[in-house]
């Protein structure tokens, strides 16, 4: 697969011709999810759900679907009926001819006076996972991690012992759309060598619109 850095918490993995994109949400790229064959939403915040961008792409798009889970699903079901598909843990589906699991079913704790949303992550082709606003650790050997590098749910010794714990052969940063080009290299030391480090993991940020074969 390649796969292409979006903003934020966004993106795009292609395949055989086909596309797939994840989490096009409001701070990702206004296009983020045109042009999808298959569409992933982990949950219901506004930075990984935008429902403007996601119709635009099922308006744009007879053949266009998305898998999501039943507090996203409810919001687009109706206006485009056999197209949205609720997903949950353990589930496994074929997405425009990429092979996906579901895993976890809780967003992280962001504190104990705010609710808990649903969320799941999805395990593509068997190697790559993208957990969403969650430290899931999905119980099998997965080859590309997508690393959410910087949320008000997390702080850097959580996201280094995540790390080391799911032991991916490489992880690539994502959900850092909030932090500026003076924090990004920060963040690089403590997951590098220099710091705490997650060896023999090899931890590589994309910039918006950067690719990478996985």
């Given amino acids: 697969m390649e796969l292409t850095k979006k903003g934020h918490s966004c993106v795009r993995l292609q395949k055989d011709g086909r596309t797939l ?3 096009p949400g409001a701070f990702s790229e206004e296009d983020a999810a045109l042009g999808a064959d ?5 949950h ?4 990984h759900f935008d429902e403007g961008r996601l119709r635009a792409a099922l308006d744009a798009s007879q053949d266009t679907e998305l898998w999501t889970l039943r507090s996203v699903a409810e919001r687009l079901s109706a206006a485009f009926p056999g197209r949205v598909h609720t997903v949950g843990h353990g589930d496994a589906f074929e997405a ?3 092979e996906v699991e579901a895993h976890g079913e809780l967003h992280a704790v962001i504190h104990p006076d705010i609710p808990r949303i649903t969320n799941v992550g999805f395990l593509v082709g068997g190697a790559l996972f993208h957990p969403g606003d969650a430290l899931t650790v ?3 050997p997965v080859e590309t991690l997508l690393l959410p590098l910087h949320a ?3 702080k850097i010794s959580e996201v280094v012992d995540y790390v080391r714990e799911v032991r991916p052969e490489r992880a690539f940063a994502i959900h850092d759309g909030l932090l500026n080009e003076v924090a990004l290299p920060v963040y690089g030391r403590n997951l590098g060598p220099q710091g705490a480090g997650v060896a023999p993991t090899e931890y590589t940020r994309l910039a918006p619109g950067e690719s990478a074969a996985v």
């Fill in 44 to 47: 219901e915040h506004p930075d």
């Fill in 21 to 23: 994109v994840i989490d």
């Fill in 38 to 42: 298959a569409l992933l939403v982990t």
């Fill in 138 to 140: 999905p119980g099998r």
């Fill in 96 to 98: 425009a001819g990429f």
């Fill in 152 to 154: 008000p749910w997390n």
